[in-house]
């Protein structure tokens, strides 16, 4: 049975940054996330979206995992499309 998302504690996700997928410590406020989503060219579009679903009321990490999996498949459609 899948846990619910929480603050804290261990997450695994796709990292847009860095393009990979990790279990890393999951962050258990905004500031925290959204430096997670920072220094790429990218990075405001991955904070942007990230602060709509915050807004929307989704959990600190179940929004991070959200932005992480768009844009994975963000890139595998432009993947694909360039074949």
């Known amino acids: 049975m899948a846990r619910p998302f929480r603050e804290g504690g261990l997450m695994y996700w796709y ?3 860095t393009r ?3 279990r890393v410590e999951a962050p258990s406020t905004d500031e925290q996330a959204i430096r997670m989503l920072g220094g790429t060219k990218d990075s ?4 942007e979206e990230y ?3 915050r807004r929307s009321g989704s959990p600190i990490e179940q929004a991070l995992v959200l ?4 844009f994975r498949l963000r ?3 432009y ?3 360039l074949r």
């Open 51 to 53: 602060c709509k679903l």
């Open 79 to 81: 993947r694909l499309a």
């Open 75 to 77: 890139q595998l459609q």
């Open 20 to 22: 990979a997928s990790e």
């Open 15 to 17: 990292n847009p940054t």
């Open 44 to 47: 405001a579009k991955f904070t």
């Open 67 to 70: 932005v992480g999996h768009e």
